[in-house]
């Protein structure tokens, strides 16, 4: 399967507690993106990579969160002290800059539920 | 900043024809996407319109006219399994990278 990967697809935590969540583009995929999507509403943007550089941080992005994307290949975030309010799906999707129009391929996500 | 507006809810049945609106205000565009998410599932991409006019893929197509801000998505006949949520989202551009997405539009397709 060369689709987007991430892993784990369920989390529960307790608050306070610290999450990372991995995400593993498609390989020949040089951009990467991380978003978060709550009951209803449409996949929110939190950061984007080109390779290995993060070149785009929502201000949704509290200090709590965080991304890397070592060497340019799979990607971290991680949240953390926890708030119940982070409980969403963190999708990840990757593109290729070759797309002449942004054509991004979803990961099936990780659901956080923060108890 | 950017905002879309999709109406929440549309239903129809079967084999019928199935137009779903999506007005935007932004301060950038270089174009207009459309995904579509079966409950549970990833989004995944529909069509796409950088330039004014209709864009067909089989039975989808979609539509832009930038001048009013405005597309859709046109479904035609329908199947039971186009019941999904389908979103509008602006892309400003490949160098930016994010897509802007609105809050959807819940399709239910019945027999």
């Known amino acids: 399967d060369t689709g987007v990967s991430q892993d784990p697809r369920h989390k529960i935590t307790k608050r306070g507690q610290n999450v990372t969540f991995r995400c593993d583009p498609i390989?020949?995929?040089?951009?990467l993106y991380w978003y978060r999507q709550t009951l209803g509403q449409g996949p929110e943007f939190l950061t984007y990579?080109?390779?290995?550089?993060?070149?785009?941080k929502s201000r949704l992005l509290s200090d709590r969160f965080s991304a890397e994307r070592p060497k340019g290949s799979f990607s971290t975030l991680e949240i953390q002290r926890t708030e119940q309010g982070d409980s969403a799906m963190y999708l990840c999707?990757?593109?290729?800059?070759?797309?002449?129009?942004?054509?991004?391929?979803f990961g099936p996500g990780t659901r956080l539920t923060v108890l | 900043g950017q905002s879309l507006e999709q109406p929440s809810e549309v239903t129809a049945v079967e084999g019928a024809i199935v137009q779903i609106n999506c007005t935007y205000q932004?301060?950038?565009?270089?174009?207009l996407s459309w995904y579509q998410q079966h409950d549970g599932g990833a989004p995944t991409f529909l069509s796409y319109?950088?330039?004014?006019g209709l864009e067909e893929t089989g039975r989808f197509s979609s539509f832009l006219s930038r001048s009013d801000s405005y597309g859709y998505l046109l479904l035609q006949e329908l199947q039971m399994k186009d019941s999904a949520s389908y979103f509008c989202?602006?892309?400003?551009?490949?160098?930016?990278?994010?897509?802007?997405f609105g809050r959807g539009t819940q399709l239910t397709v019945w027999p």
């Open positions: 390989s020949e995929h040089n951009r």
């Open positions: 989202a602006i892309d400003r551009g490949s160098t930016l990278g994010r897509l802007y």
């Open positions: 319109n950088a330039l004014d």
């Open positions: 990579f080109q390779n290995e550089a993060q070149l785009e």
């Open positions: 999707a990757s593109s290729t800059i070759t797309s002449s129009y942004n054509e991004q391929f």
């Open positions: 932004t301060s950038g565009f270089y174009g």
